[in-house]
């Protein structure tokens, strides 16, 4: 197996190079972009922390080759076709986030959930000054309510009695005269003995 030169391969950057590095040769071109690698991390980590380095100053382009088959010509012999290896289209690699990036995104995530927490708080606050507000409306009515009564019993108490079979409102035209009514009443008579 050919060695990895890693100045032969910025030189002339191809997939199929990149695709063949070893763990070791994808740690120099780390080393050679300043992209920081943890130990902990599986090659095909570390393989998606260079791509993204060098897609990112732009040493290698972003559409990778076409399988491509050269097919023999007529009437010679069948040999295996020289395909250009192609990775799958489907989706794209895994794509590790710088911890910079990660930090940032934290950061940002915090600060929607302090803002959603504030809108939260924002709302119970309302709930509570229109609860507030609501109980200050019904015992202003109460008190209203109570008010009203103490001054039409201090106006009922002012007020000069008047007869319970006739009401202050009807009036001195609707009092009843029991004397006309002395008809309807039966003669009393007393029999001696």
Not at 98 to 120: F, G, N, T
């Amino acid at each position: 197996m050919a060695t990895f030169d890693v100045r032969d391969f910025l030189d002339n950057p191809t997939w199929e190079g990149f695709e063949n590095c070893r763990r070791v040769d994808l740690e120099a071109l780390a080393a050679q972009f300043g992209v920081s690698v943890p130990r902990g991390f599986v090659k095909a980590e570390v393989r998606a922390l260079v791509l993204a380095a060098l897609l990112e100053q732009q040493v290698l382009d972003l559409a990778q080759p076409m399988v491509e088959e050269e097919v023999g010509t007529p009437g010679a012999p069948d040999s295996p076709p020289e395909v250009e290896y192609k990775a799958p289209a489907t989706l794209p690699r895994f794509d590790p986030i710088s911890p910079a990036v990660h930090l940032q995104l934290e950061a940002e995530e915090r600060a929607q959930i302090r803002k959603e927490e504030q809108q939260l708080k924002l709302e119970m606050r309302k709930l509570e000054l229109e609860a507030e507000r609501d109980i200050q409306t019904r015992q202003m009515d109460f008190e209203l309510r109570k008010l009203e009564l103490e001054a039409e019993r201090a106006r009922l108490a002012a007020a000069p009695a008047t007869p319970t079979g006739v009401s202050s409102t009807q009036g001195a035209a609707n009092t009843s005269d029991i004397s006309r009514h002395i008809v309807l009443v039966p003669q009393f008579r007393t029999q001696s003995k």
